[in-house]
């Protein structure tokens, strides 16, 4: 008995260090919140060079978009290196929740204004310029209410489900998420490398584009979450090549890379939604 009452202590004494091992230290929680704090830190330098900007100087708002194109890295970095260290707190939650607001909400919206309506010429009709700087005003400002509203919805939710469910086991987002639609305004911004809109009719589509991303924010349309390639999981070689040249023509061919991935995935969540929709009405149709 003493021989067992021995084992079992060394046991319970060896099992208490591993879960004190387990346990993260304090200093190790500021980690997370230090990519957070880098956010914060790209969506206030964005915000400084929109306003700073002009069609004299169009390099400020380029570099307002790669602030933002940055932010959204450090906001994937910041949750992720979160759970593989287990120091997840509510501190950090509330404190992402308030730098995606500023950074991928007013940062965005400030800029996307800036860019694509103040710059406009006034020669020619001017009740039409002035028509289309409040328009301007108005849906970059949605554009802000939008991101914070699905910012708040994803706070609340306890599982949430897409009105357009998909395959069984995969997680998706409902709703575009707020990082992506701060990065269709950056990927197009970056394309042109800054050069704002003088024109009108492209003024027009600009408009367009921004009031679709905000109420594609607020949709409860199925977008893909990509947690399937978790902390966790192996990935093959093949993945892990596929994600080498993915990054490798990124850093080749930026401009366009990432038009086409911010484009790509604002048009996958649409094409989900028509393609459910579609089957839909063929299941219900032919019974």
């Given at each position: ?5 021995m ?37 206030y ?28 890295l ?5 949750g ?35 860019w694509?309506?103040?710059m406009?010429?006034t020669?020619?009709?001017p009740l ?18 939008c991101?914070?509203?699905r ?6 939710s ?14 998706y ?34 408009l ?8 594609l924010?607020?949709s409860t ?12 999981t192996r990935?093959?070689?093949?993945k ?23 484009l790509?995935?604002?048009v ?9 929709s579609?089957?839909?009405k ?6």
């Amino acid at each position: 008995m003493a021989a067992e009452e021995m084992e079992l202590g060394a046991h319970g004494e060896a099992n208490s260090g591993a879960s004190t091992k387990r346990r993260p230290s304090r200093g190790m929680y500021v980690v997370p919140s230090a990519f957070t704090a880098g956010n914060i830190a790209a969506g206030y330098y964005a915000i400084t060079q929109s306003v700073q900007g002009s069609v004299a100087d169009p390099g400020y708002f380029d570099r307002a978009a790669l602030a933002i194109g940055f932010a959204v890295l450090f906001d994937g970095l910041d949750g992720r290196i979160a759970r593989m260290t287990n120091t997840t707190s509510d501190f950090g939650k509330e404190l992402d929740s308030l730098a995606d607001v500023i950074t991928f909400g007013v940062a965005p919206s400030l800029l996307a204004y800036i860019w694509g309506f103040r710059m406009l010429p006034t020669i020619g009709n001017p009740l039409m310029h002035d028509k289309l700087l409040h328009l301007g005003v108005f849906v970059c400002f949605a554009f802000l209410i939008c991101g914070a509203s699905r910012l708040a919805r994803f706070n609340i939710s306890v599982n949430p489900q897409p009105r357009n469910p998909g395959r069984p086991g995969s997680k998706y987002f409902v709703g575009m998420p707020i990082p992506a639609g701060a990065g269709v305004i950056a990927s197009v911004i970056h394309f042109e490398l800054g050069a704002p809109i003088v024109d009108p009719r492209l003024s027009v589509v600009w408009l367009c584009l921004i009031l679709f991303t905000g109420f594609l924010m607020v949709s409860t349309w199925r977008f893909w979450s990509g947690k399937e390639v978790g902390a966790g999981t192996r990935l093959s070689f093949r993945k892990v090549a596929g994600l080498a040249i993915l990054c490798a023509m990124v850093a080749a061919f930026h401009q366009v890379m990432l038009i086409v991935i911010a484009l790509g995935y604002l048009v996958s969540g649409v094409v989900a939604r028509l393609a459910y929709s579609w089957s839909w009405k063929r299941r219900h149709a032919g019974a």
